[in-house]
């Protein structure tokens, strides 16, 4: 069913460590992924998405890194700043129609 | 690099009166996607668009809500008699594939 779920509401982490925001799914059918990031005030911002034929993918400071066995994907943020505070989505996608969200989870940076 | 654009970014409005929200997709883009956030909440699907016409919808998006694409560039959404309750960040999405853009929303305040 359609099901996207993180594992912790708040995360907070010292500037400058590595930060990791997991997110579990439940479609084993799922065969794209993608992480977003919401800042205060404004709309979702792609990050970076990575499709079920591979278990890692890697950007600019971000991974993601998918586990089909246990339908986990997580998001690896290395030296994490101050401008990574923001709350991250893993949505869950239907198709091509639409995105379903869930609540997501706060990235805090602490100086 | 391409944006989507939206305007307003915010429209205060009376109870019962219409409003246009404005949306211009990414240029090459096919699919059109309306969402909205009530503060504090989840974004939450409303509806997507291709080919001209809606392609799904969600529960959310009744009678009082409708979509156009007016011109080539132009996509947007009409509530006809606003309510207290839609009061809401309203974002614009589009895309070509499974990856899309999201405006920076339109902040609706009903009174």
């Known amino acids: 069913g359609e099901s996207v779920g993180l594992h912790l509401p708040t995360l907070s982490v010292q500037e400058g460590d590595n930060s990791i925001i997991n997110c579990a799914y439940s479609?084993?059918?799922?065969?794209?992924f993608i992480w977003y990031k919401q800042e205060s005030g404004k709309g979702p911002q792609f990050i970076i998405d990575?499709?079920?034929?591979?278990d890692k993918r890697q950007g600019q400071r971000v991974t993601v890194l998918l586990n089909k066995t246990v339908k986990h994907l997580s998001l690896q943020i290395a030296a994490t700043q101050p401008g990574d505070s923001a709350v991250y989505f893993c949505?869950?996608?239907?198709?091509?129609?639409?995105?379903?969200f869930g609540t997501g989870t706060r990235l805090k940076v602490l100086a | 690099e391409p944006e989507v654009t939206q305007t307003p970014s915010h429209q205060v409005t009376q109870m019962g009166q219409e409003v246009i929200l404005r949306c211009v997709p990414i240029s090459n883009h096919l699919y059109f996607y309306w969402y909205r956030q009530i503060l504090g909440q989840k974004v939450e699907f409303l509806v997507s668009f291709y080919n001209n016409e809606i392609s799904e919808k969600s529960e959310i998006f009744d009678d009082q809500f409708s979509v156009e694409r007016p011109d080539g560039s132009n996509f947007t959404l009409k509530i006809r008699s606003t309510k207290l309750e839609d009061s809401a960040m309203y974002f614009c999405?589009?895309?070509?594939?499974?990856?899309?853009?999201f405006g920076p929303g339109t902040r609706l305040t009903v009174l």
């Open positions: 990575i499709r079920s034929n591979m």
């Open positions: 999405a589009s895309s070509e594939d499974l990856q899309k853009f």
């Open positions: 949505p869950y996608t239907s198709g091509t129609y639409k995105y379903i």
């Open positions: 479609n084993s059918a799922s065969d794209y």
